[in-house]
């Protein structure tokens, strides 16, 4: 079993920056592949980023390219998500997940607010 506990959304002024981590239990974090999701409302979950279980390979979407970070340290079984220049269109409930073993698991959220 995994769980992952998401922390770091708050509210923000565009172009200011958030950090989100991502908390994961097991002795096995650092065999995860990890990344990022968000969700606007009354939108669908979104890929935003991912990264690989040595944190050597990252991926992104295009609208957060140049602008966020996915890192992870595994000694802390944390993954991080740093948010620079942010937009309003950022606004979002923001997940993290562990792919484990086939089975995908999900953090429970946090918002970001991203006020004009």
């Known amino acids: 079993q995994v769980q992952l506990v998401e922390s770091g959304g708050g509210l923000v002024q565009a172009g200011g920056s958030l950090r989100l981590s991502c908390a994961g239990s097991?002795?096995?974090?650092?065999?995860?592949?990890m990344g990022w999701f968000c969700q606007a409302p009354g939108k669908e979950r979104e890929f935003v980023a991912a990264?690989?279980?040595?944190?050597?390979?990252?991926t992104y979407t295009d609208s957060v390219k140049g602008r966020f970070t996915i890192s992870r340290d595994n000694a802390k079984k944390t993954m991080y998500l740093q948010m620079n220049s942010l937009k309003p269109e950022d606004t979002a409930v923001y997940y993290c997940?562990?792919?484990?073993?086939?089975?995908?698991?999900w953090g429970q959220g946090t918002q970001v607010t991203v006020s004009s």
């Open positions: 990264i690989s279980w040595s944190g050597s390979i990252t």
């Open positions: 097991g002795r096995t974090f650092s065999n995860y592949a």
């Open positions: 997940y562990a792919d484990v073993d086939g089975t995908r698991y």
